[in-house]
């Protein structure tokens, strides 16, 4: 599985646009990149997940280059319920048949929105 | 829709007993479902796959005989924690695998917080 590298941590105030970019190197042809965010004592919720280009739900926008090296978390006008950590995870999305890869967490990025 | 429910959310139990946490995804079948450990303040780490209908596969460094993990079922996978000590006291949490048109996504319970005293 890719290894990713996002920040360790990051700042923003309520009302911003806050982008959170991952580094993934050696991601393979057949990866996907998900985004993952997590609460204190929850599991982690399910953000956005994307191959290529862009991405948007209602939550996030997924921002991927071409050379898919790297991909950035777009969450818009943040609030203070987004402080969270954020985890960004390559993998292999297209089921082979042959099993499957249980991901391999970072240290994912610790969001703080103040007020 | 992809819910992934964990029972129980929160158990104590004494050193020696051993425990048991159910996780169940809701409203998919998931022949894999995964297994994590996370100890406070730091990441989650992979424990076991879990395969319904076969062995689980343990990760390095894992007891396969103290973390006894079933999946009798395309909803449910059980993880047994034999013999509890104070060490195997986090946060467990489990995923299942979705298989959606074209991409796998994981979906993650709530988590157990397991004190072993």
């Known amino acids: 599985l890719a290894k990713t590298t996002q920040p360790i941590s990051m700042d923003s105030y309520e009302g911003q646009e806050v982008n959170i970019t991952c580094s993934h190197n050696n991601i393979a042809t057949n990866d996907y990149i998900t985004w993952y965010q997590q609460f204190p004592s929850q599991g982690p919720r399910f953000i956005i997940q994307g191959y290529k280009t862009k991405v948007t739900n209602e939550v996030a926008s997924l921002f991927i280059p071409a050379d898919r090296k790297s991909s950035t978390l777009s969450l818009p006008r943040v609030s203070l319920s987004d402080t969270a950590v954020y985890y960004c995870?390559?993998?292999?999305?297209?089921?082979?048949?042959?099993?499957?890869?249980?991901?391999?967490f970072g240290k994912g990025t610790h969001l703080i929105i103040q007020p | 829709g992809a819910v992934v429910s964990q029972h129980p959310s929160r158990v104590i139990c004494k050193s020696g007993t051993s425990v048991k946490i159910e996780c169940r995804s809701l409203?998919?079948?998931?022949?894999?479902m995964f297994w994590y450990r996370q100890f406070p303040k730091q990441s989650l780490m992979l424990m076991a796959t879990?395969?319904?209908?076969?062995?689980?596969?343990?990760e390095q460094g894992v007891e396969k005989d103290k973390f006894l993990i079933n999946h009798a079922s395309l909803t449910l996978s059980t993880l047994t924690v034999t013999s509890a000590h104070p060490e195997d006291s986090s946060f467990y949490i489990c995923?299942?695998?979705?298989?959606?048109?074209?991409?796998?996504?994981?979906?993650f319970g709530p988590g157990t917080r397991l004190t072993v005293l």
């Open positions: 409203d998919f079948q998931a022949t894999t």
């Open positions: 995923s299942a695998r979705d298989r959606g048109q074209g991409a796998d996504t994981q979906y």
């Open positions: 879990s395969n319904e209908g076969s062995k689980a596969t343990y």
């Open positions: 995870l390559v993998g292999d999305g297209a089921y082979s048949g042959g099993g499957a890869d249980g991901l391999t």
